[in-house]
């Protein structure tokens, strides 16, 4: 009989001094360390939701998978990395032309650009073009307008429960700020690019702010890209308002590494006659959470949300979107569409709450899904709070397969099993794609959903799809009502 070779009075130590890594103490530590870092620049204002913010985070703490709101996205994983946290700004006086270039070919942007949650500038961290339009870092205006930041930042955000939300708000350093004056019209697409490129394994925590004036017009594309492909997580929340009259057209591209955790919270209000049109595409990513909240709080606001997700291997896609009908004459309407294949899962949450005095709204939502293998999976809950009698409102989701029948008629004109599925899945994500109202970006959107679909990135002679900028392009004369 083998013997113990630990004395019997040092095995209850032993066994009790392997310590189990916690996030949650990690960032408590950070929080006390650098206190001076997160609120040294601040306006009151300001400091006070930092302080708000940390004890509501204390209180909640990180999300698990048994809240509701969390049913179905396991960030535990996440969790366990040890990360590092920046708090010295990294991006004065950054060439960011020699480490990122937009893949986009000729789609001409006002380029605005984080590296590792900090603005990306040369000559100052703030610019006030000709027009009025103020763009760039958010710290430095809160420093500098502080009278303009103080009527919207927090306003939307402070009142979410959400841990994480929560915890963005207490540990923030900079952001971008974007401030379209009254009756302006910007004709450039903004273009936002959140940027990592670190060796180390990092938690970022940007925070955005966009107002728009009265009958202002904006487009705004934010881009989430990696330079290296650590381990990373990144909260991000970015507060939206849009004035009388005004309008957003928005993109978010998400192309991350499988290795990422992307937490993007984006809140919208909107006032009276104000129209919003927000599209996500998801192509690539770890673990990817959309949360978008709309809140319609004038007349006859309108506001259109789109998403189209492709997911593979393990990955993992959480798309909640909440859209608070609190006027009367107020239109929403929400379509994503999603393909999933290997063993990636995927959740849609929509709720649409209409208010009591929310009368003649009409409100849609749709969630439609594709599941390649008998391994994905996706849990759709669309839903519905209406306190209103006078109303339209209907939802609706599907999850399937491939339709046999449409496969079958594809085969028929000669394109080989291979081919037809995937002009199959491209017709299903073309209505999504078609609502951007970009030229360039549609363009390139679509050659990048084709090489997805495909599976891989250089050009393929047998595929269907031939992309925009290869020659010898096929033409197929197939009914596209059929499929």
Not at 7 to 15: F, H, I, N, W, Y
Request: aromatic share 8%.
């Amino acid at each position: 009989m083998k013997q113990s070779l630990v004395p019997d009075g040092e095995k209850e130590t032993m066994s009790t001094s392997i310590q189990t890594y916690s996030l949650t103490e990690k960032l408590t530590f950070h929080h006390g360390q650098h206190k001076h870092a997160f609120a040294g620049g601040d306006p009151v204002f300001a400091a006070e939701q930092r302080t708000n913010a940390w004890e509501q985070f204390t209180k909640a703490g990180l999300p698990h998978a048994g809240l509701e709101q969390w049913r179905g996205t396991n960030l535990d994983k996440s969790f366990e990395t040890e990360y590092v946290f920046s708090t010295v700004p990294a991006g004065q006086g950054v060439d960011i032309e020699s480490i990122f270039k937009c893949a986009i070919p000729h789609f001409e942007t006002y380029l605005v650009t984080q590296l590792n949650g900090w603005y990306v500038y040369n000559d100052s961290p703030l610019h006030t073009l000709p027009n009025g339009m103020i763009v760039g870092s958010l710290a430095s205006a809160m420093s500098r307008f502080p009278e303009l930041i103080q009527n919207y930042y927090g306003k939307l955000s402070s009142e979410s429960i959400e841990g994480l939300t929560a915890l963005n708000t207490a540990l923030a350093l900079d952001g971008i700020f974007v401030y379209v004056p009254d009756n302006v019209t910007v004709d450039e697409t903004l273009q936002m690019v959140n940027l990592l490129d670190s060796p180390e394994n990092l938690m970022l925590h940007p925070r955005n702010l966009v107002i728009l004036g009265r009958n202002a017009h904006l487009r705004l594309v934010q881009c989430d890209d990696s330079i290296n492909h650590g381990i990373t997580f990144i909260n991000s929340v970015t507060e939206v308002f849009l004035g009388k009259d005004s309008s957003l057209d928005h993109y978010k591209l998400q192309n991350k590494d499988s290795h990422s955790t992307l937490i993007n919270t984006i809140y919208f209000s909107q006032a009276e006659g104000s129209r919003l049109s927000s599209n996500a595409i998801s192509l690539n990513g770890g673990i990817i959470r959309n949360n978008s909240l709309v809140k319609l709080e004038g007349e006859n606001a309108s506001a259109e949300i789109s998403g189209l997700y492709l997911m593979d291997k393990n990955q993992h896609i959480d798309n909640r979107v909440f859209v608070d009908h609190s006027a009367p004459h107020c239109q929403s309407n929400e379509m994503f569409k999603g393909v999933l294949d290997d063993h990636a899962t995927g959740v849609f949450n929509g709720h649409v709450l209409v208010r009591r005095d929310a009368q003649q709204t009409v409100a849609y939502q749709k969630n439609n899904n594709i599941l390649l293998t008998d391994k994905a999976t996706i849990d759709t809950r669309p839903f519905l709070e209406i306190y209103a009698d006078d109303v339209k409102c209907s939802h609706g989701a599907t999850v399937g397969q491939l339709d046999a029948n449409a496969l079958f008629y594809i085969r028929s004109r000669g394109i080989s099993e291979a081919s037809a599925r995937i002009l199959l899945m491209y017709a299903f994500a073309a209505e999504i794609i078609n609502k951007i109202s970009i030229p360039e970006l549609r363009q390139r959107i679509d050659d990048m959903v084709k090489k997805r679909l495909r599976g891989e990135l250089s050009y393929c002679d047998q595929c269907v799809l031939h992309c925009s900028a290869q020659e010898n392009k096929v033409n197929f004369e197939i009914d596209m009502s059929k499929i």
